[in-house]
């Protein structure tokens, strides 16, 4: 019986996009009265952004996570798809 070789590529796309999907719907859902719950979360990561001067070229790294029921709902739903695909 031939197996069936899942791409971890994929596995990330599929987190990825039900991160960013779900993420978005739990900002909608937050003007929502009754979806309000939804876009309960937190943010996290570097607050002021680390700038690294080479006097010829200035680089600027900043990350911030803002995460919420709806992108992890999101991400519970993609993990599920994968599983199926």
Partial sequence: MATKEKNI???L????????????LGELASK????????YGERFGLSNPIELD??????TF??????????????AIAIFIYRKV
Avoid: H
């Avoid at 796309?13 to 978005?24: D, E, K, P, Q, R």
């Avoid at 929502?32 to 876009?39: A, E, K, M």
């Avoid at 900043?62 to 991400?75: D, E, R, V, Y």
């Fill in 32 to 39: 929502v009265d009754w979806l309000w719950w939804l876009s």
């Fill in 13 to 24: 796309v599929f987190l990825l996009s039900g991160l960013v999907i779900g993420g978005l």
């Fill in 62 to 75: 900043g990350l911030m996570f803002k995460i919420n029921i709806a992108s992890i709902i999101g991400m």
């Fill in 9 to 11: 590529w994929i596995l």
């Fill in 54 to 59: 080479l006097s010829v070229i200035t680089i």
